[in-house]
């Protein structure tokens, strides 16, 4: 019997390469929502010569990133970040993704869809936040961790693909909205950056919003009005009743009022009254707090409309997250639902102000 030898036939099929990450350092794209350039790194907040001026733990606050954005534009199929924080922090309230993630946005039509978050991993991370998209050129906002800081970050894309400078300039960034207060200003306790009230209303409003949230430490320094009464803003939104103890409204509030009063006597400002926190429903003494502290802060204000000072309002709480107990974490921080909601309540006020504002300069 004849043997053949046996011809083993490989077939081959023509797969597709999968195309290589390279990232490529982010400091060269556009910083978003820093009201100062000189800060002691890029990724900060406060600039360096508040340093030894301003209380210890509002420069440590200042570190943190709330608020911050970058800008650029890709034709990449895949868009992957590598981001190192600062101080890898944890909280039993907050998730990781709202502490130290990161979140990508994209322009349609004029409005900042998301795409997907990056989280954590670990205090250095690599993550692919969207892969096998069509590819084409789009532009793309990423924002920072709400309560940690970044030390460095690169911004991955498929080789072979483009990854440049915004073409369009949105969010608008002359004469941004300047808010300061306390840890929900900061972003406490969204589950992931882009759910922070003022990035919110920075995509409603398509304008860049400085956010100047330091948590348990909005109490009135001066350092700080300083700092704000320097930015050429089309608005200041106050909103520190919740950190400031009644003494500090009756004895700082029109101080701090004054600075930046004195600098832009015509910007609209805006004074917001301590929210009605679900945990006060059931604790008399946070109830009773509330209720003191914001008779100080209309105290204050009346004084201040009685000497005929203008452009100057104040916003009730009442409503501004709901009725029904729902919109905080631990009774005080607001989740996602409470900042939508409390967006959505600014979100008027602030569009009947800006229009007057802009039409008289």
């Keep these: ?13 023509p797969f597709a390469a999968k195309a290589q990450t390279v990232f490529h350092d982010a400091s060269t794209f556009p910083l978003l929502g820093k009201i100062s350039d000189k800060t002691e790194t890029r990724y900060e ?26 800008r650029f534009c890709s034709d990449s199929r895949t868009i992957a970040v590598r981001w190192e924080t600062l101080n890898d922090l944890s909280m039993n309230h907050m998730v990781p993704t709202g502490i130290k993630g990161l979140d990508l946005y994209c ?14 991993t670990a205090q250095k991370s690599e993550v692919t936040v969207i892969s096998d998209m069509e590819r084409k050129e789009r532009e793309l906002m990423l924002y920072f961790p709400l ?12 080789s072979g693909t483009f990854i440049g400078q915004p073409g369009i300039e949105l969010p608008q960034r002359t004469k941004p909205i300047v808010a300061y207060g306390t840890s929900i200003l900061q972003g406490g306790c969204a589950s992931r950056p882009g759910m922070a009230h003022t990035n919110i209303l920075s995509r409603m409003l398509n304008r860049e919003i400085i956010n100047l949230g330091f948590s348990g430490n909005g109490q009135l320094d001066y350092e700080i009005a300083g700092l704000m ?14 950190n400031a103890s009644v003494q500090q409204i009756h004895e700082k509030m029109e101080k701090f009022y004054r600075i930046l009063r004195e600098k832009h006597p015509d910007v609209p400002i805006i004074f917001i009254e301590d929210p009605i926190f679900p945990l006060a429903k059931y604790d008399l003494n946070m109830r009773s707090e509330v209720s003191e502290k914001n008779k ?3 105290q204050v204000f009346e004084n201040l409309k009685a000497k005929e000072e203008q452009n100057i309002r104040l916003i009730p709480s009442a409503g501004m997250i ?8 631990d009774g005080i921080h607001f989740t996602d639902l409470g900042f939508m909601r409390y967006a959505q309540y600014l979100y008027p006020v602030i569009k009947d102000i ?3 504002c802009e039409n008289s300069n």
């Design 1 to 13: 019997m004849k043997r053949f030898p046996f011809i083993a036939i490989v077939l081959f099929f």
């Design 45 to 70: 907040r406060l600039p360096v010569n508040l340093k030894n001026t301003v209380r210890p733990p509002v420069w440590e606050l200042g570190k943190n990133t709330a608020g911050l954005a970058l």
């Design 107 to 120: 322009l349609e039509d004029g409005k900042w869809i998301f795409i997907n978050s990056a989280r954590p």
């Design 147 to 158: 309560y940690d800081g970044i030390v460095s970050l690169e911004i991955g894309v498929d």
């Design 229 to 242: 009464a320097e930015c050429d803003a089309s608005l200041y939104i106050l909103d520190f009743v919740p």
């Design 296 to 298: 100080a802060l209309h």
């Design 322 to 329: 709901g009725n029904d107990n729902e919109a905080t974490v």
């Design 354 to 356: 800006l229009p007057a």
